[in-house]
């Protein structure tokens, strides 16, 4: 239980060009999900926390208008790089996590996505 | 305000031997405590993870933690460690008053034949 997916797991793209990452938690419902960057040979970076049906909350520094965060429904987010960049390069990680007692108070992690901008 | 430190870039180990993987603490309240492991190019699997109770805590693959308040620590743990648990290994802490993990910088383990 608790499995959480990306998509793509990699993904090249053109400078300027926009980019979408989906994070889905497949057996249970997310109330909340997260996003992380992780830069090469280093920890997670929080970008920003989104609940489902509500504005997503973002780290300082994050560039809201950049990184859009969608959260629709209880089992789906979204990451969108807008106009990217190569210094967007990285690896897109998403967590989620639920209300759900059995489970609780734990971070499921996706396994990642890839993304290189040219 | 909530942080994790994980003072070993890398710890070496000899298959078959005991392995520690180190990890501090610091919280204003009472501290929700896991162990994720990274294999490359994958995302983070969870260990094991301390909120209440018992001081040692069991999790995956044999790895265990045990939690130390008076010295704010919570270091993983394997009785005998195997070539495939060669990884990078993160701590993470989260305030019982905040909705964020906090993520040490990790530790990349590798274990020889």
């Known amino acids: 239980g608790a499995v959480v997916s990306q998509h793509p797991s990699w993904v090249i793209c053109k400078s300027g060009t926009s980019v979408k990452i989906e994070c889905r938690s497949l057996?249970?419902?997310?109330?909340?999900m997260f996003w992380y960057r992780q830069f090469p040979k280093q920890s997670l970076m929080l970008m920003a926390t989104?609940?489902?049906?509500?504005?997503?909350?973002?780290e300082q520094g994050v560039e809201k208008d950049k990184f859009l965060i969608n959260h629709a429904s209880l089992t789906l987010s979204t990451l969108t790089v807008t106009s990217a960049h190569p210094e967007d390069s990285s690896f897109y990680i998403c967590?989620?996590?639920?209300?759900?007692?059995?489970?609780?108070?734990?971070?499921?992690f996706g396994p990642g996505t890839r993304l290189t901008v040219l | 305000a909530q942080s994790v430190a994980q003072p070993e870039d890398q710890v070496n180990v000899a298959e078959g031997n005991p392995l520690t993987v180190k990890c501090t603490y610091s919280?204003?309240?009472?501290?929700?405590l896991f162990w994720y492991v990274q294999y490359p190019n994958r995302g983070l699997q969870f260990l094991l993870k301390?909120?209440?109770?018992?001081?040692l805590v069991k999790g995956s693959y044999g790895f265990e933690a045990e939690f130390n308040k008076s010295q704010t620590s919570f270091h993983l743990k394997k009785p005998s460690a195997l070539v495939s648990d060669s990884a990078l290994y993160f701590c993470?802490?989260?305030?019982?008053?905040?909705?964020?993990?906090?993520f040490g910088k990790g530790t990349m383990l590798l274990v020889s034949p």
């Open positions: 989104s609940n489902e049906g509500s504005k997503a909350t973002y």
């Open positions: 301390y909120i209440t109770g018992d001081n």
């Open positions: 919280v204003s309240g009472n501290p929700y």
């Open positions: 993470a802490v989260r305030d019982l008053g905040y909705s964020t993990l906090t």
């Open positions: 057996d249970f419902q997310a109330t909340t």
């Open positions: 967590s989620a996590e639920t209300s759900d007692s059995f489970i609780t108070d734990t971070q499921y």
